[in-house]
């Protein structure tokens, strides 16, 4: 039988939403059971009950569903979600972002990763924060907060990140030598990182500038 294998945030996002659903209770238990398309229908019939749109935002994560970003807004707009949760569901969804390439909507990710230091200002959301920057192609601003993740982090996680974004800012500027010590040091941290395959051409085949 294969092996299944966690990342460090995959494994606290399972622990975090667990909890949440712990305290949901009976709605918990009711939304885990229904379909999507009921779980959004009890969404907007019952909006008051915050289970619903929290496994509405799950469901549709996992699904890969164009919905999520709409219900994950709504989802963080509320006030009676602890900060902590609506931390959690953020950077959730601009990591999964991050293993794919530049945001299909730059102006939501960049409102997001915003409010994600508004809810919890550390190193590890500093790191997400700089790394979308870099996506957003505002390379001086990103490589200043990923350099500063750098210097306060012993984190691996936070660390693989930082220099696969840095390698990618390296390659924006058509420093290719360091884009290559980049995104080496990426690998040699954590050769699973579901960021790697985004300079996989680093560690490979030569590679062309962006002009």
Known sequence: MDTLFYTRLEIETIVDYANLSRNFSEEAQLAVSLTTSDLLAKCDTDPATPAYLWFAVL?????????????????????????????????????????????????????????????????????????VLIDLSRIEEGKAMLHEVL???????????????????????????????????????????????RVSDLLSSPVTART
């Open 59 to 131: 469901r549709l994560s996992q699904e890969k569903d164009p919905r999520h970003p709409e219900y994950l807004v709504r989802l963080v707009q509320r006030s009676d979600l602890p900060l902590e949760n609506k931390t959690v569901a953020i950077d959730q969804f601009l990591t999964d972002q991050l293993h794919s390439g530049p945001p299909p909507d730059p102006a939501l990710t960049d409102r997001l990763s915003v409010q994600l230091l508004e809810c919890a200002d550390r190193v590890t959301t500093r790191g997400t924060r700089g790394s």
């Open 151 to 197: 210097e306060k982090t012993s984190n691996d996680i936070d660390r693989t990140y930082s220099h696969i974004f840095l390698a990618l800012a390296a390659k924006h500027e058509g420093n290719l030598e360091l884009a290559r010590e980049h995104a080496q040091t990426a690998a040699k941290i954590d050769p699973h990182s579901l960021a790697l395959p």
